[in-house]
């Protein structure tokens, strides 16, 4: 549908993203204050923090699934390997293209499921019958789902279990081939078993894409990131190694809510 | 009435075949007495209703007898509607009331889906409320109304303006569809104004259907990078396509039943005519206009006879209608 732009030349491996000053308002109320955050290539950056502090919408900020709703604006500037999110000459179709986003609760489409995965290159364009099967089943495969539905390609998607569903929306995603990867609490209605399969992919995906995850599970933070960035009330307290922040972290507020003292 | 039809719902599920959630209910709320009359109650109401349906049916039928009886079939197949010689036959009403429907069906879903995809999708929100009021009011008019409104502005307009644009500029007048003199009173006429009073119908239930579309559903398709006709198209209607269908039965029902409006505006012919310029007739009207002045007990029959296969046709195409709302629903899920 849409011919790729050639991008400009950039010093920095694709799917970097750089949050400069970021600011988010709804209407009136500004949700996000002057946030500074660089997410980088092939790692993965958790989102820690209460209720309503935020993580989300800046999680919505990078593919600007917040402009969604009227009334909202923002300031600053999100960079996507250099290029500025929200430029005026920014695709905003093509940028959900290259930023995939998996939901808290799942929502598969009420078709196939070889239909679900295959939606996003259909829409975008992807011509041939074979040349899809195969983005379908690589979607699949890279989202450890292929030998779970291969026999079942077009039964409903609603026919799979919890779990299954949001490893389907997750190959839904990866079938654009995108840069990034967004998960909003993507395990928050998941039995553990199920939680532990895609924290298992998080893993194996992270080697080919930027992964940023929103998460009330702070353990689930320590075991799949590589950075963790809490938020508290719409401003960024602390950010670094995922490491150092769960053993050493240098915010007193940072200590409290990752010791259960809040939050 | 209802005594015998409680004791027959009620009884099975009070002792020993009762579901383990209805004992946690009844933990829960205590008292059973009043859990009791609360569900004598309900049942009645629930019952009284098919009963009330199958004693009209009854009736009906009943009064239909003599004219069945003495035409058999031909009254269904028949275009002879002759009182003097006191032979009945119901075909042109047949067909006028399910061909005017049809027609007003294909009519006014288009413009229906479109106001309610505008509505919930488009429009600003100071201006959704005040566009769903006024085709909501549309259903509020009284059809006697829409019947004066026709008589004055819609036959002349259709006479001067569209049977001579169809029949004329668009050459479609050689077609047996829009062949004829161009009177006025016709097929067209009551086609148009059931669309518009059905419209209001259609539109509203599918306006609803589409808001409730879930945000997650839509949020999924934009995630993909689909533009907004996309998402509406792949996301939103897909979902809601169900309860449309429910919108349009809702709207064929109607138009099926109308009255008023339809007398005033068909011709009231009794003639089968492939020309939709042509005059027509409906079961409806024809009860309208002729059983106050109806001559004779076999007279009488043939109008009720023409009301029970009115309650027959419409018991039809909701039957089809339901079934293909089944269908649709488990297609999509």
Known sequence: ?263 | MSQPTHGAVVEPAAPGGRSTTAQADDAIAGSSRGDGVYRFLTTAAAWAIPLLLGLITLEVVLAAWPAFETFGLSFLTSSEWDEVRGVFGAAPMIYGTVVSSVLALVLATPLALGVAIFLSEFAPSWLRTPVAFLVDLLAAIPSVVYGLWGIFVLLPFLRETVMPFLAGTLGLGNTPFFSGPAYGPSMLAAAVILAIMILPYISAVSREVLMAVPRSQREAAMALGATKWEMIRDAVIPYARSGIVGGIILGLGRALGETMAVTMLIGNRHEISSSLFAPGYTLASVIANEFAEATGALHTSALMACGAVLLGVTLLVNAIARWLVWQVAREGR
């Not at chain 1, 919505?60 to 430029?87: F, K, Q, V, W």
């Not at chain 1, 320590?222 to 922040?245: I, N, P």
Request: hydrophobic letters at 40%; glycine letters at 6%.
């Open chain 1, 1 to 263: 549908m849409t011919t790729p732009v050639p991008r400009p030349p950039s010093p920095v491996p694709p799917g970097t993203i750089e949050a400069r000053t970021f600011s988010f308002y709804y209407g009136e109320k500004q949700a996000l204050f002057d946030l500074d955050l660089s997410m980088p290539a092939r790692s993965v950056t958790a989102f820690i923090g209460p209720s309503g502090c935020g993580k989300s919408t800046f999680l919505r900020g990078i593919n600007r699934m917040n402009a969604l709703i009227p009334g909202t604006r923002h300031s600053g500037t999100m960079l996507l390997d250099g290029e500025d999110l929200y430029a005026r000459e920014m695709d905003v179709v093509q940028l959900r293209q290259r930023v995939g986003m998996v939901f808290q609760r799942w929502n598969a489409f009420p078709k196939s499921i070889y239909d679900n995965v295959a939606y996003g290159p259909r829409i975008n364009g992807a011509a041939a019958r074979t040349e899809l099967d195969e983005i379908v089943e690589s979607a699949l495969r890279r989202a450890a789902l292929w030998d779970e539905v291969k026999d079942r390609l077009t039964q409903s998607a609603l026919g799979l279990s919890g779990g299954q569903q949001q490893r389907l929306c997750i190959a839904r995603a990866l079938a654009n081939d995108p840069e990034v990867l967004l998960l909003d609490e993507p395990c928050s209605a998941l039995d553990p078993i199920a939680t532990l399969k895609i924290e298992e992919l998080l893993y194996e995906l992270k080697a080919e894409l930027t992964i940023v995850i929103v998460t009330h599970n702070l353990q689930q933070a320590a075991r799949v990131s590589d950075q963790t960035a809490f938020f508290y009330l719409g401003r960024l307290v602390e950010v670094d190694a995922t490491e150092r922040m769960f053993t050493s972290p240098r915010e007193e507020r940072t200590e409290a809510y990752i010791t259960g003292r809040f939050g």
